[in-house]
């Protein structure tokens, strides 16, 4: 199963290398990392989603990160209502004959048309508002030049700041919260 | 304070931070990167020892002795690329073991890093896994908080090793020094404390209704300074205690509740307690899996307390029913007082049935003409009168230690547990010798750890350490030969070991040296060793083809010990 973790970390060089490292040397798979600055300077937001059916091992995953020195806060927002968001480009081939086709597809599937050119076409699908992985499958057979996927963010839903107390980790393990599934579409 | 914000380089606000550090000693092994460094030393050594080490493992070996016998921070240095790679062994030693220790390492220049410049090494990069955190200090500004930092970091929590590299430019550079006398704030450290009061109510109810009750004692209890209030625990609750390896000196050998050293090489008494015990208390340790064998029949009775600082050992290896992430010793500050006093008839007399079976399997025993290691260690236990610091190496010769030199005091007991690093027991008895002036220290060394770091034994003379080496000579990688005996039907593939004549070694090195095969011969041997102020070699030649009893072969389920064969006991059965 995967998981979702928010991690809130110090914005110092080599921390990066230290989660990732982190992630080697336990044996965790890392499905997608997104990093940026957060509402506080000096701290930097990762969203980490990670592949463990284990659910021991998913909180030995929260608490080793926390262990880490610059590591100032972790949340797995598994089961706790989020919002998540990834976003794709895909770049198509495009001739006469299928550009409207595609056009259309593009609408149906919440898709934007960034770019547009003689024989190619940049279109951008945020999971979420559309769905990435049946846009591509069905966009595949016109033909595909690249992709590039921006992995996972998310952020818990309620009127609260950061939810993520100083020290408290998986929270969003515990069954009592996750009343609500708002994120399950994306499994 | 006018003083203090003079304009310092920093190869000078180095040594002015070690020293509000309370740096006594450091040990170390310079180079092209960490010149500035030791030519500031000139105006520093008033205030702080610099040991000339013969090999940069040594130095960390060295401080990781001193941190463990002193229970402060050990120093080393290494200049960059081969000194600093040297140092892995040694913050991977410590690390496993939580020592408290500040590798400080040259480097190139900021302007030439990334270039592979001349013995440039990545060392923060390289040792990422094998420490608690690490420095490059890039800006001369941040080095005094740096290093404050790195010290408040191995010292606290789950102690542990920590490395700060320093580019040689910023050694040179000039800032005016003022030592940050804030209080640290570090945003995402923060070692836990207390027990919530739930658990604490939960660990009593688990502990008054016990009938069968373990307390397992590890490192942690060391310390974190608990062994009194182990001790107390013990004795109000009236359970029996097993140590780790590393917990050895947590409970008084001779206690009536000591049970000893459970796991792959423990007493059989411990083990059996272990797998029928109805409530395990584990305190500061980490179910290593030298600790429990199999994982699936390990004590299946029982219910599972673990109080542990690192919240990462906690259902880790084994999981547990409650698990307490905090400080020991406010734990135990907070259960001890709920603890009611019991009897456990039926448990205790099934722990002395135990205990009988193991004394009649016991080598003590045994008419030969050949030296036996246990017999040498159970003299040097007899001729130290189990006051000395005893420093084991890996192998045979350590088991056999844990096994037959009985430790009544904490922090008398210093070997490395983890990671089993042959060659660490030399250099860490000269670290040792910096810290303990009160007590005899001996080394208890194969003939194959020995010769890993042997060059040490000039540091020792160099620095006069007060140290007696007992060299268990065997003719093999003694505890590899038993593993092929057992399990590979004694087909001894490169274990044989050819050793110089350590007499002459002694000698070469300019130290006393002795040679012993014979038990009568131990104790005379070892008064001369002792009348002499300095660093004793002794060789005892013993039984090549000894195996240590009992042994859990690995992952196999804990009580399935194969015990040593009457045939090879004297005793009789009763
Ligand atoms: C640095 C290192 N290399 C290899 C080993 C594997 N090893 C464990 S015990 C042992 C044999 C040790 O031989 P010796 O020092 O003579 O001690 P003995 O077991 O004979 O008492 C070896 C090779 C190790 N623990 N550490
Ligand atoms: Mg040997």
Redesign the pocket.
């Known amino acids: 199963m995967q998981h979702t973790i928010i991690a809130l970390v110090e914005d110092k060089p080599g921390v990066l290398n230290r989660i990732v490292s982190l992630f080697r040397r336990r044996n965790y798979n890392i499905k997608s990392l997104a990093v940026g600055p957060c509402e506080t300077p000096g701290v930097s937001r990762l969203t980490i989603v990670t592949d463990e059916n284990d659910s021991i091992r998913q909180n030995l995953v929260c608490n080793n990160l926390l262990k880490l020195i610059n590591v100032i806060e972790v949340e797995d927002v598994t089961n706790v209502p989020t919002v998540i968001r990834e976003n794709v480009l895909i770049k198509l081939q495009v001739n006469a004959a299928n550009r409207e086709e595609l056009k259309n597809i593009a609408r149906e599937r919440n898709a934007r048309i960034v770019d547009e050119g003689e024989r190619s076409m940049i279109l951008e699908v945020t999971e979420g508002v559309g769905k990435i992985q049946a846009t591509i499958d069905i966009l595949r057979p016109y033909g595909i030049l690249e992709i590039v996927r921006s992995g996972k963010i998310a952020i818990t839903r309620g009127d609260n700041g950061s939810e993520i107390k100083n020290g408290v980790v998986g929270k969003g393990t515990d069954s009592s919260r996750a009343t609500e599934q708002v994120n399950n579409y994306l499994y | 304070m006018g003083k203090e914000n003079k304009e310092m380089t920093g190869a000078e606000i180095f040594w002015e931070c070690l020293i509000r550090e309370g740096v006594e000693v450091v040990f170390g092994y310079p180079g092209g990167y960490t010149l500035p460094i030791y030519d500031a030393l000139t105006r520093y050594q008033d205030k702080v020892r610099h040991v000339l080490t013969r090999h940069e493992q040594g130095a960390t070996h060295m401080a990781d002795g001193f941190a463990r016998a002193s229970g402060k921070v050990g120093v080393a240095m290494a200049t960059s690329g081969p000194g600093a790679t040297n140092m892995i062994t040694g913050l991977a030693t410590a690390m496993m073991d939580s020592s408290p220790i500040v590798c400080v390492t040259g480097q190139v220049p900021t302007s030439v890093i990334g270039t592979d410049a001349f013995q440039e090494t990545d060392i923060t990069g390289a040792t990422l896994p094998v420490t608690k955190h690490s420095y490059l200090v890039s800006d001369i500004r941040d080095l005094a908080s740096s290093i404050r930092e790195a010290f408040f970091i191995a010292r606290t929590g789950r102690p542990g090793p920590v490395l700060i590299d320093i580019p040689k430019d910023i050694q040179n550079a000039k800032t005016e020094f003022v030592y940050p006398t804030n209080p640290i704030i570090l945003p995402g450290y923060h070692p836990p404390r207390r027990a919530t009061g739930e658990q604490v109510s939960k660990a009593l109810e688990l502990i008054n209704e016990a009938k069968r009750p373990v307390i397992l004692a590890g490192h942690g209890v060391l310390i974190s300074g608990t062994s009194n209030q182990v001790r107390e625990l013990a004795e109000k609750g009236n359970i029996p205690v097993a140590t780790t390896l590393l917990g050895i000196g947590s409970i008084p050998d001779q206690h009536p509740l000591n049970l000893g050293m459970m796991g792959m090489h423990g007493k059989a008494q411990a083990n059996h307690a272990v797998q029928n015990a109805d409530l395990l208390i584990a305190c500061g340790m980490r179910f290593d899996d030298r600790v429990i064998g199999k994982v699936s029949t390990y004590s299946p009775k029982s219910k599972k307390i673990h109080i542990d600082i690192d919240a990462v050992e906690l259902n880790k290896n084994i999981k547990v029913d409650l698990a307490i992430n905090a400080d020991l010793a406010v734990v135990l500050r907070q259960i001890i007082p709920g603890v009611k006093a019991r009897k456990h008839a039926y448990w205790t007399r099934k722990i002395k049935e135990w205990e009988k079976d193991a004394d009649r399997r016991d080598i003590l025993n045994k008419k030969t003409d050949v030296l036996i290691g246990a017999q040498v260690i159970n003299k040097i236990w007899e001729g130290t009168k189990g006051k000395a610091v005893v420093v084991s190496?890996?192998?045979?010769?350590q088991m056999i230690e844990a096994q037959y030199y009985g430790h009544d005091e904490p922090h008398t007991h210093i070997t490395s547990g983890g990671l089993?690093?042959?060659?660490f027991s030399l250099p860490a008895a000269i670290g040792t010798s910096f810290a303990v002036k009160d007590r005899e220290i001996w080394v208890v060394?194969?003939?194959?750890?020995?010769q890993?770091t042997i060059s040490e034994l000039a540091t020792a003379v160099q620095e006069n350490a007060n140290i007696k080496i007992a060299i268990?000579n065997?003719g093999?990688?003694?505890?590899?030969r038993q593993w092929q005996q057992l399990f590979y039907n004694a087909r001894y593939v490169e274990t044989p070991?050819y050793s110089p004549d350590f007499v002459k070694v002694a000698e070469a090195y300019r130290m006393p040296g002795y040679r012993v095969d014979k038990v009568e011969d131990i104790i005379p041997t070892m008064r001369k060793a002792q009348a002499h102020q300095g660093p004793v070699l002794i060789e005892f030649v013993v039984e090549k083809h000894d195996t240590v009893y009992p042994m859990v072969p690995a992952g196999e389920p804990l009580h399935e010990m194969v015990r040593r064969p009457h045939a090879q006991s004297d005793a009789k059965d009763n």
């Open positions: 190496d890996v192998g045979q010769n089993g690093t042959m060659g060394v194969g003939d194959g750890g020995i890993m268990i065997n093999y990688l003694g505890m590899v070991i």
